[in-house]
């Protein structure tokens, strides 16, 4: 069989692929959407993020919430035929933000950093405890720190010009400095002079992490002043 021509085979990088019909394809019409939409929450204060279970008949709606003024939790709203949807607060799952996951036919939530099992027909969730042993090399994550927040900061800071500074050699510059960081409070001053280098105004370099907590603690009543009492009578 003779090989086939250069020119044909540059024409099938054109040809297009026939298509799965078996797979369905979603459309969505948007038009006049706000007319057949349905609210969910309409709590005051502020609700965060949405995860949808369906079971059945039953639809669970997830989303974290603050409406009850006692900090943000995770409710869940439950939709089924002929009943009023109610909002029901998940005791002891308090957060901002959470994930869901279903791992043989179990489900878990992960909030902050804390592992629960959830139980959608109890509407509860069971913390699971963990506990693991590592090594931390905090000056190679201080390293990583500076070279990405550098790199943030390459990537969208509102100036190409960079206010008239090489970015890059002024990297250079502070990076040489890095393997004398022995503290968290050592990169917050090599990357604030970093900033400052830019003479740009709202510009800060913030962390903190739990080494620099203090172990041992002393309190006193003491106000610290120290009186020294003589015969010597000032007028």
Wanted: aromatic share 14%; hydrophobic share 30%.
């Amino acid at each position: 069989m003779d090989e086939e021509y250069k020119s044909e085979e540059f024409e099938k990088l054109f040809t297009e692929e026939e298509k799965d019909s078996s797979k369905p394809v979603v459309q969505i019409d948007y038009e006049n959407i706000e007319d057949r939409w349905e609210e969910i929450a309409t709590h005051p204060q502020n609700q965060y993020g949405t995860y949808v279970i369906q079971d059945d008949n039953k639809t669970y709606v997830f989303y974290t919430s603050n409406h009850d003024n006692e900090g943000s939790n995770l409710w869940v709203t439950i939709l089924e035929p002929f009943e009023k949807p109610e909002p029901n607060k998940i005791e002891d799952a308090k957060g901002n933000s959470f994930d869901i996951k279903e791992v043989d036919g179990k489900r878990y939530v992960l909030m902050g950093s804390d592992i629960y099992k959830l139980d959608i027909s109890a509407n509860k969730v069971d913390k699971i405890s963990i506990s693991s042993d590592f090594t931390r090399n905090l000056q190679s994550d201080f390293t990583q720190m500076f070279f990405e927040a550098w790199a943030k900061l390459a990537e969208n800071f509102y100036d190409e010009s960079f206010h008239g500074i090489d970015w890059l050699e002024t990297r250079k510059y502070y990076e040489k400095f890095l393997p004398f960081v022995k503290s968290r409070d050592n990169l917050r001053t090599i990357y604030d002079d970093l900033l400052g280098e830019l003479n740009s105004s709202h510009l800060g370099f913030y962390t903190s992490g739990k080494e620099e907590e203090t172990f041992y603690e002393n309190k006193s009543i003491s106000t610290g002043i120290i009186f020294e009492s003589d015969s010597t009578i000032y007028s």
